[in-house]
């Protein structure tokens, strides 16, 4: 999703900030609407460099607790000398060359000292006692390998607990509610980097919608029948869904049909079958950002909050699916900032 997409899906989500007012009921979801570049916002208070990295315990949505339970379910405990490096940028999992060693991927929680963050040489930040890091590569790794995006090294001796993939999956089944904060922190970001973005000019026309499931057909079959007492509901084409500024208690999953997203009365963006929306108001209880509309006939699940944590408990893949997809946003967000 292009700059303008991103920025008018995400940005802001207090109604006053929104300036809500009610959609029409005359709109009509089953058609496209012509597009503008979003209103320039104020800009953050404090706002961060754009490189600054990804950083959860920044957010105030970061729970150190619930992240200590998390790496204590089925994490190792690893030591490091100062000077001893974690994992070089770029690194990707998977086995490096013909001879070369396999690299598994693997995030940490500092139990004591600091490690340093460096991308291109340069300084990024110091993950302290009680922070995570590296939990974007983790939830990124696929069959192709995702690549580490800095470099980390001990400041001093460090004491962390690690986990892979494997072993977060195994960890979800325990904490649950470590991937609903995750997804928290990130919406946290991806709030702040659709500012930048909003604030950039965007010529009309020149913005093309990001379309991308967050569940795969075989995926989305499995949570269907984990959610077999979750509300199937149908809309017909042009039908409201939600609304901009409601209070929100449940995400929707899209299993027919589409669904168009808008913010006052602009189409930003439209969830195919496999795709979610209204999470971001289940995950941290925000408002809701947008308007969903009907765009053809459709079929969704409405998936509460604590329907959501026993889904994630039973099938932590399905969490990591969630998280990965908000992931790959937020990539993509900071990409467009450069």
């Given at each position: 999703?292009?700059?303008?997409?991103?920025?008018?899906?995400?940005?802001?989500?207090?109604?006053?900030?929104?300036?809500?007012?009610?959609?029409?009921?005359?709109?009509?979801?089953?058609?496209?609407?012509?597009?503008?570049?979003?209103?320039?916002?104020?800009?953050?208070?404090?706002?961060?460099?754009?490189?600054?990295?990804?950083?959860?315990?920044?957010?105030?949505?970061?729970?150190?607790?619930?992240?200590?339970?998390?790496?204590?379910?089925?994490?190792?405990?690893?030591?490091?000398?100062?000077?001893?490096?974690?994992?070089?940028?770029?690194?990707?999992?998977?086995?490096?060359?013909?001879?070369?060693?396999?690299?598994?991927?693997?995030?940490?929680?500092?139990?004591?000292?600091?490690?340093?963050?460096?991308?291109?040489?340069?300084?990024?930040?110091t993950i302290k006692a009680g922070e995570i890091f590296g939990e974007m590569?983790?939830?990124?790794?696929?069959?192709?390998?995702?690549?580490?995006?800095?470099?980390?090294?001990?400041?001093?001796?460090?004491?962390?607990?690690?986990?892979?993939?494997?072993?977060?999956?195994?960890?979800?089944?325990?904490?649950?509610?470590?991937?609903?904060?995750?997804?928290?922190?990130?919406?946290?970001?991806?709030?702040?980097?659709?500012?930048?973005?909003?604030?950039?000019?965007?010529?009309?026309?020149?913005?093309?919608?990001?379309?991308?499931?967050?569940?795969?057909?075989?995926?989305?079959?499995?949570?269907?029948?984990?959610?077999?007492?979750?509300?199937?509901?149908?809309?017909?084409?042009?039908?409201?869904?939600?609304?901009?500024?409601?209070?929100?208690?449940?995400?929707?999953?899209?299993?027919?049909?589409?669904?168009?997203?808008?913010?006052?009365?602009?189409?930003?963006?439209?969830?195919?079958?496999?795709?979610?929306?209204?999470?971001?108001?289940?995950?941290?209880?925000?408002?809701?950002?947008?308007?969903?509309?009907?765009?053809?006939?459709?079929?969704?699940?409405?998936?509460?909050?604590?329907?959501?944590?026993?889904?994630?408990?039973?099938?932590?893949?399905?969490?990591?699916?969630?998280?990965?997809?908000?992931?790959?946003?937020?990539?993509?967000?900071?990409?467009?900032?450069?």
């Amino acid at each position: 999703m292009a700059a303008h997409f991103l920025a008018t899906l995400i940005t802001n989500c207090s109604p006053a900030r929104l300036n809500i007012h009610p959609m029409d009921d005359d709109f009509d979801f089953t058609k496209p609407q012509a597009l503008t570049p979003a209103a320039k916002p104020a800009a953050p208070a404090n706002p961060a460099p754009a490189s600054a990295p990804f950083k959860p315990a920044v957010s105030q949505f970061y729970d150190p607790v619930v992240a200590m339970r998390l790496f204590k379910a089925a994490g190792s405990s690893e030591q490091f000398a100062a000077g001893e490096t974690l994992f070089v940028e770029n690194e990707r999992s998977g086995k490096q060359g013909l001879f070369g060693k396999k690299v598994v991927h693997r995030m940490y929680l500092i139990v004591s000292g600091e490690v340093a963050l460096t991308a291109g040489g340069k300084a990024l930040d110091t993950i302290k006692a009680g922070e995570i890091f590296g939990e974007m590569a983790v939830i990124g790794d696929t069959a192709a390998g995702s690549a580490r995006s800095a470099t980390a090294t001990a400041k001093s001796e460090v004491t962390a607990l690690a986990l892979d993939l494997e072993q977060l999956q195994a960890a979800l089944q325990k904490t649950p509610e470590f991937a609903l904060m995750l997804m928290s922190v990130m919406f946290d970001r991806l709030r702040f980097v659709a500012a930048r973005l909003a604030m950039r000019k965007v010529a009309p026309g020149t913005a093309t919608a990001r379309e991308a499931a967050v569940f795969a057909p075989e995926m989305l079959s499995q949570l269907d029948d984990a959610l077999q007492h979750a509300a199937r509901v149908r809309y017909d084409a042009g039908k409201v869904i939600m609304r901009e500024g409601e209070a929100g208690v449940c995400m929707y999953v899209v299993m027919k049909g589409r669904v168009a997203i808008a913010i006052r009365d602009k189409i930003v963006e439209m969830i195919n079958p496999g795709g979610t929306f209204g999470e971001m108001a289940l995950v941290d209880q925000s408002p809701r950002t947008a308007t969903a509309g009907a765009s053809e006939d459709c079929e969704l699940l409405s998936v509460n909050r604590q329907a959501l944590l026993d889904v994630v408990r039973r099938q932590p893949e399905i969490g990591i699916a969630m998280m990965r997809s908000i992931a790959d946003r937020l990539r993509h967000m900071n990409s467009l900032v450069g």
